[in-house]
């Protein structure tokens, strides 16, 4: 279970998919890295990931971990966003039967999920079919 | 002239029919939809709130509005179910859309026109020049009882307006405010549903503080009802606003491009505010349109809009409220409703 400290430090790239390309060879990485695991360049620029792309693989989870067995099952994908970046994530709003290999899909911002009744409530992105 | 640069809509895919909610409940659902005029409503996914919705409301608001997020000086979301009790809906929007940190956040409450007491706040601090752009939100994702007439049309949605000074798509003329102590519909603390005055709901809340509204903005401006090209009045059922509408001098015409509760239900502080989108994306350069909103409680927000040629360049950059409407709507039994809505829980 993520601390609330480690979320607020995602919220960049949670809330707003903020990447590192790096300054010397444009490597893109998410999350930003302080060393380019291409070229060790140390100078990246903020840049924003796309907001839709096309599956490239997919699972349904049936048994998922802790925080997650209220919403089992459900689909996670590997997405290639349209600038070329790929993404893992949750694919919502769509039967099963609908999930295909190079269906389009777009981000949407979405609860996660919530710390019990009382804690506190996580967001980021998710999948839905555009 | 100050007004509306930019707008947007956010409407969750699931949907439930009127007749799959009389099934459970032994009703006659022939009555409640000629009662009502609503046939279904939208219902959120189980990771849809009224946060999640207003950021992607708001995201559409800022295609059409082509603005830096940063430049925006105060961010506001107005709902009844607010998803924390203590922790801003607001402060989630504005990192959301990157207009952190220098902003100014809050949250409103007023049953079902918190939406447009946030439009009326951000237009108000563009108009004095505290703000470059202020972004207001009507967001909820409404609760009604197992059972009760609430439960028909209790739905959830959200829009977004931006309001600033130059490239205005929709100029805001005139506003008006309508208030009284009216305990028609309230829900008290650690209560999960709320309770409402059964028709003490209707003429002494609803139709009063609408008409006294709709009449004070006109004779502030000096317009007659003929001289608006559209009206949108708060929509908590399929009849009233029609009704409302006929007490004030207005026609069908002029209400049903806005008119979106039939297959919507009731959006609580997105309802009036989502009608304004959706008469935005059909509006015409040089319209008039009036909105009047009625949250609970009880009070009135009248605007006077006048359409901009600004609207042909930005009505397409995000989706339209009507397609959000129709487009791949997923039909749920009262089941899977309930368990999306928290009606009941999985053991242990």
Redesign the interface.
Known sequence: MPTPSRYWRE?PQR??LEAGKCRNCGFVAFPPRAICPACKAREFETITLADAGKILTYTIIRVPPQPFV??APYAMGIVELDDGVRLTGQI??C?FEELKIGRRVKI?????FQEGESGV?Y?GY?FV?E | MEGIIGYGASIP?NRIKVEEIAKVWGADAPSYRKGLLVEEKSVP?????T??MS??AS?NALKRARINPREIGAVYVGSESH??AVKPSGT?LA????ATPDVHTADFEFACKAGTEGMFVALSLVKAGEIKYGLAVGADTSQGAPGDALEYTAAAGAAAFIFGRENVIAEALYTYSYTTDTPDFWRREYQYYPQHGGRFTGDPAYFKHIVGAGKGIMEKSGLKPADFTYVIFHQPNGKFPFRVGEMLGFGKKQIEPGWLVNKLGNTYSGSSPLGLTATLDISKPGDLILIVSYGSGAGSDAFVFRVTEGIEKVRDLAPKTRELLDK?C?YVDYGTYAKFRQKIR?AG
Request: a negative charge.
């Open positions: 919220i809330y707003r209220d919403q919502v709003d039967d949407e911002f979405r609860k996660i409530i967001y998710k079919p | 895919r996914s189980p990771d849809q709130d946060i999640s950021v992607e995201k998803p924390y989630v990192e959301a859309i990157g791949n997923c999985k």
